[in-house]
C-alpha cells in the first residue's frame, strides 16, 4: 500500500467523499458504512488518508443531502 499522507482537504473534496457516501448509504442503509466508503473514496480517488473529522464531515453533507431527498419525496 503506497504510503498516503493526511492533509487539508478542499471543501469540493470533502463534497465529493460525501456523494461516495450517499450512495453508499443509499445501497446500506447504513451511515457507519458511509463513513467507510467517504474515507475509501479518499485514499482511492484522492490519494489522501483522511482524518475522522474529514471522513465524518463528508457523512454530515450526506446526511444533509439525505434529508433533501426525503422532504423532495414527500412533496412531490
Do not use: Y
Not at 1 to 8: D, E, P, T
Not at 32 to 48: M, S, T
Not at 53 to 68: F, I, K, L, Y
Amino acid at each position: 500500500m503506497k504510503n498516503l499522507k493526511q492533509i487539508h482537504l478542499k471543501e469540493s473534496e470533502i463534497h465529493q467523499m460525501a456523494e461516495a457516501a450517499l450512495v453508499a448509504f443509499e445501497f446500506a442503509c447504513c451511515w457507519k458504512r458511509a463513513f467507510e466508503a467517504a474515507a475509501e473514496f479518499a485514499v482511492d480517488e484522492l490519494g489522501v488518508r483522511p482524518t475522522r473529522a474529514q471522513a465524518a464531515t463528508a457523512v454530515r453533507v450526506a446526511q444533509s443531502g439525505w434529508e433533501g431527498i426525503r422532504i423532495a419525496a414527500r412533496q412531490g
